[in-house]
């Protein structure tokens, strides 16, 4: 079947860290894959995105890979702030439209001031 | 642009009781998803909805929860006679008919039950 594996947490950091959370997926087709970000007692919010193989998504100085070879997505930031302090959700939706997006179960990030 | 609108933000329920949490898309989505977030997991899909129609609720408990998107108004989660195991976060999202699959969250409702 289709899924989402995320690195458990929680990650605990000290501010101005290098930040990895790892995402592995599997699916038939072509999936476009995504990282959301939930800060506490908020909904969730796209974080970024990227719809094929080696495209890169960025945002807010974070970074993840479409990696077809190794199934993986990883997401990536060089200095971690305290604000970064939040849930971090990896998904695939396998069609063009949302029909019905997979999340990963969640990886909760703590960063030390 | 208003977001997406979810309410009540907190509801509060008596074993046996019923809830009823309302989402409004975001202006120009006509497509509607329910998650639940029990605490300290991740996103359970329950339903997705199109105007007037239930596209997939493969998610959803076969009893005591339904959901209803009609052409004018709020889509409408109800669970009947809720049971302690009901109380969770259930975060509403919307997508625009040409989505290539990105969400927009609600803020969610947390429901708590006594």
């Known amino acids: 079947g289709n899924s989402v594996t995320q690195m458990e947490g929680p990650v605990t950091l000290s501010e101005e860290a290098f930040l990895t959370i790892n995402c592995t997926y599997t699916?038939?087709?072509?999936?476009?894959l995504f990282w959301y970000v939930q800060y506490p007692g908020e909904g969730l919010q796209l974080l970024l995105k990227?719809?094929?193989?080696?495209d890169k998504g960025s945002n807010k100085g974070f970074e993840a890979t479409y990696r077809k070879e190794t199934t993986s997505f990883h997401l990536e930031k060089g200095s971690v702030q305290v604000s970064d302090s939040a849930v971090y959700f990896c998904?695939?939706?396998?069609?063009?439209?949302?029909?019905?997006?997979?999340f990963g179960s969640g990886t909760r990030l703590s960063i030390r001031p | 642009n208003a977001g997406v609108m979810q309410n009540p933000r907190h509801l509060v329920r008596r074993r046996g009781q019923e809830a009823r949490l309302r989402c409004s898309p975001m202006?120009?989505?006509?497509?509607v998803y329910w998650y639940r977030q029990l605490p300290e997991e991740g996103l359970k899909f329950m339903v997705y909805?199109?105007?007037?129609?239930?596209?997939?609720e493969s998610g959803m408990p076969k009893e005591r929860f339904s959901a209803e998107f009609p052409k004018e108004g709020p889509s409408i989660l109800r669970i009947q006679q809720v049971v302690r195991g009901d109380s969770a976060a259930y975060f509403c999202?919307?997508?625009?008919?040409?989505?290539?699959?990105?969400?927009?969250f609600g803020e969610g409702s947390r429901l708590t039950v006594l």
């Open positions: 202006k120009g989505h006509s497509h």
């Open positions: 998904a695939l939706s396998l069609y063009s439209s949302a029909s019905k997006i997979i």
């Open positions: 999202a919307s997508s625009p008919p040409d989505s290539t699959g990105e969400l927009f």
């Open positions: 909805l199109q105007k007037e129609n239930i596209i997939d």
């Open positions: 990227a719809t094929k193989a080696d």
């Open positions: 699916a038939t087709g072509y999936p476009s």
